[in-house]
C-alpha cells in the first residue's frame, strides 16, 4: 500500500515507533531486516529502505505475520510504503511492485 501524505514529518521518528515493537501479552512485533528499493516520484526516483517485521507469539497462527514499512521523503511530504504477507520472508517477493510504482502529480 502506499500513502501520499502532503505535510512534512520526522521520518526517524516514524521509523524508530516501528522499530520499538508493539507487545500485546506473549504476541512480538519485532524488526527482521531491511530491504533497499525505489519510487519514482514527482521529485524524481528515490531510494529508500523498507524494514521487515515478524509477529510472533500465541495467538498469532492465523495472523497475517509478515509486515513491512518505509517513508520516501519528498519535497513537500512524503510517502509510507506498507506490506502485509503471511511470513516476512515473502515481503522479498514486494520489492518488484514498488519499483513499478510511479507517483504523478496531475
Given at each position: ?29 519485532q ?52 506490506g ?23
Amino acid at each position: 500500500m502506499f500513502s501520499y501524505y502532503d505535510y512534512k514529518t520526522d521520518i526517524a521518528k516514524l521509523k524508530a515507533e516501528k522499530d520499538a515493537g508493539v507487545t500485546q501479552g506473549d504476541s512480538k512485533f519485532q524488526n527482521v531486516g531491511d530491504l533497499q528499493s525505489s519510487i519514482s516520484t514527482p521529485d524524481g526516483i528515490k531510494s529508500f529502505t523498507l524494514t521487515k517485521y515478524e509477529l510472533s507469539g500465541p495467538g498469532t497462527e492465523n495472523s497475517m505475520k509478515g509486515m513491512s514499512y518505509g517513508w520516501v521523503e519528498l519535497g513537500k511530504g512524503y510517502i509510507q510504503v506498507s506490506g502485509v504477507c503471511p511470513t516476512a520472508t515473502e515481503l522479498d517477493d514486494t520489492l518488484q511492485i514498488s519499483e513499478a510504482i510511479s507517483l504523478v502529480k496531475q
